[in-house]
């Protein structure tokens, strides 16, 4: 048996009084977590959701996140975590793929309302029953008709509650990954799989007790999941939550709360780097004080990476991993020589090796695309046999990324087939919003790309086709774009075209629009 809430059972036993998040004034031990999360396990039971049921949880880094994952986790269900930037039909789509039964939603901001967008899904979705939101006030009313707060429901239960029994390959966390043909698909990843991953994270970067962690990086993702949420957890770190990036606030963070670790994505390494005002801290205090920074999501530039860590002095583990993997599959680790540029080699258990377009393995130097094979690798896409057996043939999860690997065994990601764009570390996949613009009365025909953009790695243009005698203007169509999808996903930029370049049999040629793409645009946000 494993059941991934033991990681904050045992650590509750070992330091009950020990700070384990903190988010502003507000310090919550191991004890408090633990007992809160049998709570929520209690409000799961009294609704009776059963073991395997899906339960959806929309948060950002808030102390409630570990607190309702882990009490999932405990009642035996499978947490469904949702990006808090979805709109209600992105959250809708979810819900009904998913089956998910429950859905806990954060309350939100004037600015993002999470629970507005939420509830409206929730209604249009019959087989989701329970809609649970979660005040910032815990003693405030309930906005909804017929739902209670989160808290109303745990005042009723008791802080005890016996670890439902689960096997190492049950499905623990329903993790949503865009797909090339538009729509989302559920990674179900095991009790095993986080586990494994998330020790072998702990493991690599020497993660023990001492450590405070900055967790900036969305829990919500599998990267800020497994690498801070669980693996910190697992070794006892106390966990300093950031909701909303801000090189203001983290640079205040990691001077006050002492952080030894910090983890994030490129363009969170190049906004501090460029911060105006960063000389007003106590730089030098900072730097002695982290041990170890963690990048990922996106490839970190050389010199993004050389400057920070003259800056800092805290070496950047640099790594590969998705959500398919739990997410983690190679790092630089600190144990061995580093590599700027390279994806660096397999974490402990997994093995990687790549193949070429005849099912050949290749050697050192060579290109091939990534095939991954480990304790890591998840067991399916939710309900969809065929993706699955597509993904995953004879126990290699084939990546879609091609890269080369020298005679070190380090290796060096090249190219994508899959047609993705990682802005900001968020994987945005262009057919779910070429799907969308189709359907605007003024579109005829659309691609979308990513173009390079200094800030977030890549940004997200379409180049557009008007239909005959149609007028809508950029900012327009921009607009429409950003009140119906999540806001890492929409356009920044549109380019209006009389036609797309096509090959004979009609399919949109994206190399020809990447060349001609390229150059820096306006931005608009």
């Not at 607190?67 to 789509?93: H, S």
């Not at 089956?99 to 993002?112: D, I, K, N, S, V």
């Not at 949420?229 to 090189?247: E, H, K, N, Q, Y």
């Not at 460029?274 to 730089?283: G, H, R, S, V, W």
Request: proline share 6%; charged share 20%; with cysteine.
């Amino acid at each position: 048996m494993l059941n991934l809430s033991v990681c904050l059972t045992e650590t509750a036993a070992r330091w009950p009084k020990k700070d384990a998040f903190v988010l502003g004034d507000t310090r919550l031990s191991y004890a408090h977590i633990d007992a809160a999360a049998n709570r929520i396990a209690n409000v799961l039971r009294s609704l009776g959701i059963q073991p395997g049921d899906r339960v959806a949880l929309t948060a950002p880094n808030i102390p409630d996140f570990p607190i309702v994952y882990f009490g999932i986790l405990r009642a035996g269900a499978v947490v469904t975590p949702l990006n808090v930037l979805l709109k209600r039909r992105e959250i809708a789509y979810h819900l009904r793929d998913s089956g998910a039964r429950a859905y806990f939603c954060f309350e939100g901001t004037p600015e993002l309302p999470m629970a507005q967008e939420g509830f409206a899904a929730f209604e249009e979705v019959a087989g989701c029953e329970y809609f649970v939101p979660m005040m910032g006030n815990l003693t405030a009313p309930t906005p909804f008709p017929g739902c209670e707060t989160l808290s109303q429901r745990m005042a009723a239960q008791q802080p005890y509650f016996a670890t439902t029994p689960t096997n190492n390959n049950d499905v623990a966390v329903l993790l949503y990954t865009s797909g090339t043909t538009g729509n989302a698909k559920g990674a179900e990843l095991t009790h095993a799989n986080i586990f494994m991953n998330a020790l072998a994270c702990a493991e690599m970067l020497q993660y023990s007790s001492d450590d405070v962690g900055l967790v900036t990086l969305p829990l919500f993702h599998s990267f800020g999941q497994t690498l801070q949420l669980v693996a910190g957890v697992f070794r006892g770190l106390t966990s300093i939550l950031l909701p909303r990036f801000d090189p203001e606030r983290v640079l205040s963070l990691l001077q006050k709360e002492r952080v030894t670790v910090w983890a994030g994505v490129p363009t969170m390494y190049w906004a501090l780097l460029n911060y105006p005002q960063a000389e007003k801290f106590d730089l030098k205090t900072i730097a002695g004080r982290l041990r170890v920074c963690i990048s990922g999501g996106s490839s970190l530039p050389v010199k993004v990476l050389e400057d920070f860590e003259k800056r800092f002095h805290a070496p950047i583990c640099e790594g590969y991993g998705l959500s398919e993997c739990s997410p983690v599959v190679s790092f630089n680790q600190l144990h061995r020589a580093r590599k700027p540029g390279s994806i660096g080699i397999p974490v402990w258990g997994v093995e990687m090796r790549l193949i070429g377009l005849g099912g050949e393995e290749i050697g050192v130097g060579d290109e091939g695309e990534i095939a991954i094979r480990g304790p890591n690798v998840m067991k399916g896409y939710h309900g969809k046999p065929k993706e699955s057996a597509e993904a995953i043939r004879d126990g290699w999860l084939y990546t879609g990324d091609v890269a080369r690997v020298d005679a070190e065994g380090y290796y060096y990601i090249v190219d994508r087939t899959k047609d993705i764009i990682i802005r900001g570390g968020f994987n945005v996949y262009p057919r779910e919003i070429e799907e969308l613009l189709m359907t605007h009365e003024a579109v005829s025909l659309v691609a979308v790309i990513g173009v390079p953009s200094e800030q977030h790695g890549e940004e997200v243009k379409a180049f557009v086709v008007k239909k005959p005698g149609a007028t809508v203007s950029e900012e327009a169509l921009i607009a429409w774009c950003k009140d119906n999808l999540a806001a890492y996903k929409y356009p920044r930029m549109v380019e209006f075209r009389d036609a797309l370049p096509m090959t004979a049999t009609g399919k949109i040629l994206k190399k020809e629009l990447r060349g001609v793409g390229t150059k820096p645009g306006k931005s608009r946000l």
